[in-house]
């Protein structure tokens, strides 16, 4: 028994030495597979968008007020500015542009919207200003008006605005178409609220400021343009997007704007005669309609606008400008633009 142990430890032996050789000549002759590379971490390209860290959302509320007249546009321009910016909210309301300065000079909101120049005494508290779009005041009677079809003819000019307006001296509509005949009464109509309106419409007709125009105060746009749509015999002045409806592009109903006899010859020339939306529109762009009551509409601030009031009226200033058409507002040149980005750098 001994000896066949020993006999199986020699051929176990002998084996184990067999297969060994036979691993090692296989290692010699089979080149082992090179390992895979490891990859290095590649680095951003300059222009991919993680190079840089990417922006906050904008977030937050801004406060407006003001002017009746740059109302409705702001009120798209904010509608428009929430689609693309969802955590920014507004708050927009009218009140006439006296408002909306004292409410800026307060510090009560982050916008005042104006629709005059800002005044020497305004930039001294602090009143930092941007125009950013333009429109006008038109003169408005009702159609039930005893001369409206004479004043399609003959117009009205500055000079006959003033004797109703600013002197008072026309009393009958007989005495703005030079017929003694006519005895009817003009009812004039202005706005008690201090507007960017009634100051233009003041200037045009040879007064200086609000306080110069004559005839019964109303306070806001809306309850001038109301009164006189159900006067026959009253006159007043309202912006252009409460003389013409966005929609038609015709004079909102019952509502006449009278031509304005631009250069004063009794008659009312071709370059004279807006009765529609897109031909006023372009007419106040082309400054073919005088100015005043053409004019610039402003945004203010108190001292230089940041943050996401910044972003608003720097947006509203490029792409914002494309919804001015739409609005019924006239949009800056690009010169005009240029100097508002300009003054917010």
Known sequence: MKQNSITKFVVFLVLASMVLAACASAAATVAPAPAAPVAEEAAPA?????????AEPLSGTISISGAFALYPMMT?????FTKLNPGVQFDVQGGGAGKGMTDTIAGAVDIG???????????????????????AVF???AE?????????????SAETFGKIFITGEFTTWGQVVGDPSITDEIHVYTRSDSAGAAEMWAKFSGGKVQDDLKGIALNGEPALVEQVLKDPLGIGYANLNSVYDLTTGQPVPGIVAPYIDVNANGAVDASEKLDD?????KAVADGVYPSPPARFENLATKGKPEGVVLAFINWILTDGQAFTDQAGYVPLTGAQQQESLDKLK
């Open 139 to 141: 003169p408005i009677v």
């Open 277 to 281: 939306l897109a031909t006023v529109v």
């Open 46 to 54: 300059a222009d991919s968008p993680t190079a840089a860290p990417t």
């Open 144 to 156: 039930g008006n005893p001369v409206l079809e004479t004043l399609k003819t003959t117009g009205i």
């Open 113 to 135: 919207m104006i629709s005059r120049s800002i005044k020497e005494e305004e930039s001294s508290q602090g009143i930092f200003w941007v125009s950013v779009t333009k429109d």
């Open 76 to 80: 798209v321009w904010a509608d428009e």
